[in-house]
């Protein structure tokens, strides 16, 4: 009984916790992509220009309500985009099933969730390395990006691994019981069967010999 309790108890530990970051991640990537890193263009620009480069001309016109830094860092506009999208639709699919009643009382299901939301995590920390990289300049970029490579790899790209290992390798214990509880008692009962029938007919021997 206390180990269902316990069961439980984890099971609703791990759905708050989920529902909690789900949601605030929800809100952050949501706030991100209609507010990106550097702003929008208050009016028509054709002639703009940032750090010598002309960004806007007649050709290739900056207009109004659109990121600044679409046109200055394209590439890393749509990084950012791109990641801080995969964040918001796994963030909200993660609070959807959890506020759907869906029924994730199993710790596999569980499990599925909290990988996704580390993985997560990882898009949102590239979606921060990239919004980085839009609002730097490009005297300080190679410095500032130098160092913050070096944190990621150093600090959060082992924490993350050593996580998911975490739960892993709790789940494949949390499995092998199960598997455990299942199968031995069926061997159990084969092999008393096994043992009981020699008996068996050994006794039916002894009957016959004594008839």
């Known amino acids: 009984m206390m180990k269902d309790n316990s069961g439980r108890n984890w099971v609703e530990e791990k759905r708050g916790m ?8 929800s809100t952050m990537t949501f706030q991100a992509a209609i507010n ?3 702003g929008f263009w208050q009016d ?11 960004y806007c001309n ?3 016109p900056c207009l109004a309500g659109t990121a600044v830094s679409s046109y200055i860092h394209p590439e890393f506009f749509n990084y950012f985009q791109v990641f801080n999208t995969a964040c918001f639709v796994f963030s909200m699919s993660i609070t959807h099933l959890l506020v759907s009643g869906f029924p994730l009382r199993k ?4 499990w599925l969730l909290v990988v996704v939301m580390c993985l997560t995590l990882q898009f949102l ?8 990289q839009l609002v730097l300049p490009n005297r300080v970029s190679s410095t500032a ?3 913050i490579n070096g944190t990621l790899r150093l600090f959060w790209l082992p924490l993350l691994a050593l996580v998911i290992l975490y739960h892993t390798a709790r789940f494949l214990i949390w499995l092998v019981k199960k598997l455990v509880r299942i199968v031995y008692p069926k061997l159990k009962r084969s092999r008393n069967s096994k ?11 002894e009957v016959g010999s004594c008839v």
Do not use: C, W
Not at 44 to 54: L, Q, R
């Open 18 to 25: 989920l529902m909690v970051v789900g949601t605030m991640i």
């Open 36 to 38: 990106p890193p550097g």
């Open 44 to 54: 028509f620009n054709t002639n703009s220009t940032f750090e010598g480069i002309s």
């Open 58 to 60: 007649a050709k290739n």
């Open 107 to 110: 710790r596999l299901l569980l």
């Open 125 to 132: 920390t590239l979606t921060f390395y990239y919004g980085v």
């Open 145 to 147: 990006s130098i160092y």
């Open 195 to 205: 043992s009981s029938s020699p008996q068996r007919a050994v006794h039916s021997q």
